[in-house]
Nanobody
Framework: QVQLIESGGGLVQAGGSLRLSCTAS????????MGWFRQAPGKEREFVAT????????DYSDSAKGRFTISRDNAKNTVYLQMNSLKPEDTAVYYC?????????????????WGQGTQVTVSS
């Protein structure tokens, strides 16, 4: 099993920034594509960003494009999500996920492991 633990969530004003971290344990971190998803109360969990196992490629949702940056440090078994220019609509629980496959993974059902989530609240 792979354990994923998110951190870095909190309360921020609109226009501000947060940096989420996700640390993995249990298996070789570099063997997984990583992703970030989010879920607002009463809403479906949605894709935010993904990064390949090599860290060389990334993809983002339309809402995240230009504002969020995903990165990974395989030596630290950690993936990050830098979120800038935050909007109230970004308010959600953010989840880190790992997929045992090559390339970029944007589909929720393809992920094998999930963290417990970290709350991000953006005030207006």
């Amino acid at each position: 099993q792979v354990q994923l633990i998110e951190s870095g969530g909190g309360l921020v004003q609109a226009g501000g920034s947060l940096r989420l971290s996700c640390t993995a344990s249990g298996r070789v971190f570099s063997g997984y594509a990583m992703g970030w998803f989010r879920q607002a109360p009463g809403k479906e969990r949605e894709f935010v960003a993904t990064i390949a196992r090599t860290g060389a490629g990334a993809d983002y949702s339309d809402s995240a494009k230009g504002r969020f940056t995903i990165s990974r440090d395989n030596a630290k078994n950690t993936v990050y999500l830098q979120m800038n220019s935050l909007k109230p609509e970004d308010t959600a629980v953010y989840y880190c996920a790992a997929a045992l496959r090559f390339g970029l993974v944007t589909t929720l059902r393809e992920y094998n492991y999930w963290g417990q989530g970290t709350q991000v609240t953006v005030s207006s």
